[in-house]
């Protein structure tokens, strides 16, 4: 499934309401325990805080989406969460690897508070190359532990 990546901010979101629909659907898939607050309300809070959406686009649909908020040369990733009916294809690690490779790109370091995932979660990281630190509060993405080595 060829899946590329959407970046969509506040601007975005309030200008096209179709981007809005979708960012919605999305989360309204989400298991009720992956989201601080009401739909809306949440997509709302983290524009407000600054953040950005990281969206899964196939075939001109928004399939998933992250929440992202950038810190100097960190990106921290949370809400991750893929729409019901296209789990379980690939579409949600394809997004975490295309998050990945932009924020490196850009020099920073994508990570995902520990306190916010689930077993499923954790174990789908490790796999992706993201490593728990060492206090344990969050996993970073290590590009070469993906292939095989640690950097």
Not at 37 to 50: L, S
Not at 82 to 93: D, F, K, L, P, W
Not at 111 to 120: A, E, I, N, Y
């Amino acid at each position: 499934m060829p899946v590329t990546l959407q970046e969509i901010d506040h601007a975005e979101w309030a200008k096209d309401a179709q981007v809005a629909q979708d960012l919605a659907r999305i989360y309204r898939d989400a298991p009720a325990e992956r989201l601080p607050a009401p739909v809306e309300r949440f997509i709302d809070d983290h524009f407000t805080q600054g953040g950005v959406f990281c969206c899964a686009l196939f075939n001109a649909r928004r399939l998933g989406a992250v929440a992202v908020r950038r810190e100097t040369r960190v990106w921290w990733l949370s809400h991750f969460c893929v729409r019901a009916e296209t789990r379980h294809r690939g579409v949600g690690s394809r997004l975490l690897m295309l998050i990945a490779e932009r924020a490196h790109g850009e020099g920073c370091t994508p990570r995902v508070p520990s306190t916010v995932l689930m077993m499923g979660d954790q174990l789908l990281l490790t796999r992706l190359g993201y490593h728990p630190a060492a206090d344990g509060t969050y996993y970073e993405y290590h590009p070469l532990a993906s292939q095989g080595g640690r950097q």
